[in-house]
């Protein structure tokens, strides 16, 4: 099976920077990704890691370590449409489905 | 790029009636897409695996019965709610990979179901 986990709530200032992190488990491991997902819409895409290390892209960097199950999304310079729910979302060899984490949901503060 | 379109975006229907969602890839073929549901403040739980022209494959716990999916074009897939029940309720999103291995999943924007 697989376990995926991350926390459930988190809250920062705006302006800040702030780090979701997201620990796995599983089998045939192929890559991890991070998506964002306001309320009621679509997730969309943010990073796609498969291998060790950081990978930036604008505020937004994300983090993996395949040794130890363990990914995290770096968030920088926050701003209030940052406001959202964060799914790390584990991809395994022989499919292309992805089993998703449970989901934190980010509140920026002014 | 990659774009999924997803229709209706909202549905309201009355308990005992069917309703089907349309999943489009608009400008790839896409032989494999994915339906997931999700209730509020949950994450996305994988429903089934669509397939172009064979059965689609169901996690545990989903009926098929149900659910009927239907893959019958390289660009269409549906999802058919089958005497729909309020606990049906959800928001179901479909999603595809253009392109093969590392590329991520596009998503649908989802259909709100509503069942009265």
């Known amino acids: 099976g697989q376990n995926i986990d991350q926390p459930t709530e988190m809250t920062a200032t705006e302006g800040a920077i702030v780090q979701i992190n997201c620990t796995y488990q599983?089998?045939?491991?192929?890559?991890l990704f991070w998506y964002q997902q306001h309320a009621g819409e679509a997730p969309t895409f943010l990073s796609y890691?498969?291998?060790?290390g950081l990978e930036e892209k604008g505020r937004f960097s994300s983090f993996l370590s395949r040794s130890k199950g363990y990914s995290y999304l770096l968030l920088k310079e926050l701003q209030m449409k940052d406001s959202a729910s964060y799914l790390c979302?584990?991809?395994?060899?022989?499919?292309?489905?992805?089993?998703f984490g449970g989901g934190t949901r980010l509140m920026v503060k002014p | 790029g990659a774009v999924v379109s997803q229709h209706p975006s909202r549905v309201i229907c009355k308990s005992g009636t069917s309703v089907k969602i349309e999943c489009r890839s608009l400008?790839?073929?896409?032989?494999?897409m994915f339906w997931y549901r999700q209730f509020p403040k949950q994450s996305l739980m994988l429903m089934a695996t669509?397939?172009?022209?064979?059965?689609?494959?169901?996690e545990q716990g989903v009926e098929k019965d149900k659910f009927l999916i239907n893959h019958a074009s390289l660009t269409l897939s549906t999802l058919t709610v089958t005497s729909a029940h309020p606990e049906d309720s959800s928001f179901y999103i479909c999603?595809?990979?253009?392109?093969?291995?590392?590329?991520?999943?596009?998503f649908g924007n989802g259909t709100r179901l509503t069942v009265t």
């Open positions: 999603s595809a990979q253009p392109g093969a291995g590392n590329s991520p999943l596009h």
């Open positions: 599983t089998s045939g491991f192929n890559g």
């Open positions: 890691n498969v291998l060790d």
């Open positions: 979302a584990v991809h395994n060899r022989g499919g292309n489905m992805l089993t």
């Open positions: 400008d790839f073929q896409a032989t494999t």
């Open positions: 669509s397939n172009e022209g064979s059965k689609a494959t169901y």
